[in-house]
DNA sequence: CTATAATCAGATTACATTGTCTGATTTAAA
DNA sequence: TTTAAATCAGACAATGTAATCTGATTATAG
């Protein structure tokens, strides 16, 4: 449609910051996280192990596994998520398309664009933290109850 | 790829500027303007018309006819672009996708992307301004020499 | 008035992104 | 050691965007 990250950045950024509300080196399914986002499973599944890949998050297999955040969410930079999933193609050029953009002769958004994506971190603060934890935890319970028994997250040992 | 305005709107944003460089009122041939910005002549004339619509530029058809900038640079915002283009959809959700994204509890980039789409104008500094206006007038220039003959732009009257 | 140069409009094709499906591999628990 | 639950991997289908093509309409210049 218009303006916008791709899907897949949109559900890898998603994804990053579900897992921080879960905390760091907790464990997590993808089926919840597909579940709890509205993502089809196979396709956040593929995204979050291109992240794994690059160590911004980590998986473990076998029963009882799942992806967990790698390191704390406020080290985590929007533009590592993105350039992971997509490269960084985008950013050696012109957001606008607009030629020769540059410091010198910058396009309208060209300084506030870097900024936004380069300077931002997927952190969200407290009071949202805090709300979603909730909403998590209420979502995490009525799925259960839908679904025969279930995988509870756990920590890593 | 990855992070972006659709072509759509990158392209209507090019166009727009380029007319901004022209000034107020005079007329362009699509066919200029699409072979200064490297767009598909017919990709970008679509967009335009759409534009003129609009009433961000007007058009002139028929012989020496062509589109034109309808109001100062400065008047018109990248959101008023781009909402012309493809709806203001994208607006009335997170950028990132985030749940119940809110001003009480924002995703990590809500305040600032609001802010870059909603309170920039489409406008250069005039540094910029002068820069891309000789570069254009040598482009012209070469583009002519290629051809027959060829249209000038003019003030509309 | 006629020829020409431009916008306008719709249908169609090409391509990339998004999403689905199937199956293999790994690992923990019983 | 067997079973089940999870990641991992690749091929494929569906969708939407981008680009092209053809032709109609409009209006100016000569």
Redesign the pocket.
């Known amino acids: 449609?218009?303006i916008?990250f791709?899907?897949?950045?949109?559900?890898g950024i998603q994804g990053v910051l579900y897992l921080a509300l879960k905390g760091l080196n907790t464990v997590?399914?993808?089926?919840e996280?597909a579940a709890h986002l509205d993502?089809?499973?196979?396709?956040i599944?593929?995204i979050?192990?291109g992240l794994?890949?690059n160590k911004i998050i980590g998986?473990?297999?076998?029963?009882?596994?799942?992806?967990f955040l790698a390191k704390p969410s406020n080290k985590i930079k929007l533009y590592d998520v993105v350039v992971a999933i997509?490269g960084d193609g985008i950013f050696s050029q012109c957001v606008l398309g607009f030629p020769d953009c540059s410091g010198e002769y910058p396009c309208p958004v060209h300084d506030e664009w870097s900024k936004l994506i380069k300077d931002t971190y997927l952190m969200l603060n407290s009071q949202t933290v805090d709300h979603f934890k909730d909403k998590v935890t209420r979502k995490i319970h009525s799925i259960g109850l839908k679904k025969?028994?279930?995988?509870k997250s756990?920590s890593v040992?």
Not at 59 to 67: H, I, T
């Open positions: 449609m218009a916008i791709s899907k897949k950045c949109e559900y997590t399914p993808v089926e996280i993502i089809p499973r196979e396709f599944s593929k979050l192990q794994t890949a998986s473990k297999k076998g029963k009882n596994g799942g992806f997509d025969k028994k279930n995988a756990r040992n």
